[in-house]
């Protein structure tokens, strides 16, 4: 189950970057393409780092920014 979420977040990522390719390069396509992509690929390099957490303390507030990230990349999907 550990492995899991890494790799399902990973290939998240992967398909945001490949979205985002096909956000038209207008001025308001360039910001929403540079937010979801910032948002969607952060996901899982914060899962990655809790994997290395020293603490559970340390794991449960990367997973914590992980998941606000998921809702903020949820948000920019929307708005595409």
């Known amino acids: 189950m550990k492995r899991d979420i890494e790799e399902r977040t990973f290939k998240f990522a992967v398909r945001v970057v490949k979205m985002s390719r096909f956000i038209p390069k207008t001025v308001d396509g360039r910001v929403l393409a540079n937010q979801v992509l910032r948002s969607g690929t952060s996901i899982g390099a914060n899962v990655e780092e809790a994997e290395a957490a020293y ?24 708005l595409i």
Do not use: C, N, P, V
């Open 55 to 78: 603490s559970k303390r340390e794991f449960a507030m990367k997973m914590g920014i992980a998941l606000k990230e998921a809702r903020e990349t949820h948000y920019w999907l929307r």
